[in-house]
């Protein structure tokens, strides 16, 4: 079992700036793909950005590419997603995730954070 915890989400004006952070305490999350994915009210679960376990493969949803930047650090079994250029359409609960490998279309055996909430007001 992983444990996954984000933190950094908030409310912030359209055109602003989040990072959101993923941590896994006592757990080493070297061996996993790593990504990010969101839910917004009414909608699936969305597939926003992945990245190998050794921090090469970085892939993005089209909708937030050039926008949005995911990043790791193993040395503290950390995943990071950096959100310029906001949008209203932005807002949605984030989620971490990991899995061997990770999916855009995750399978059963994806380990998932809580969720944290963006909200980009207009």
């Known amino acids: 079992q992983v444990q996954l915890i984000e933190s950094g989400g908030g409310l912030v004006q359209a055109g602003g700036t989040l990072r959101l952070s993923c941590a896994a305490p006592?757990?080493?999350?070297?061996?996993?793909?790593m990504g990010w994915f969101r839910q917004a009210p009414g909608k699936e679960r969305e597939f926003v950005s992945g990245i190998g376990w050794s921090g090469s493969g970085a892939s993005y949803a089209d909708s937030v590419k050039g926008r949005f930047t995911i990043s790791r650090d193993n040395a503290k079994n950390t995943v990071y997603l950096q959100m310029n250029s906001l949008k209203p359409e932005d807002t949605a609960v984030y989620y971490c995730?990991?899995?061997?490998?990770?999916?855009?279309?995750?399978?059963?055996?994806?380990?998932w954070g809580q969720g944290t909430q963006v909200t980009v007001s207009s």
């Open positions: 995730a990991a899995a061997n490998p990770l999916f855009r279309t995750p399978s059963a055996s994806t380990y």
């Open positions: 006592g757990r080493t999350l070297s061996s996993y793909d």
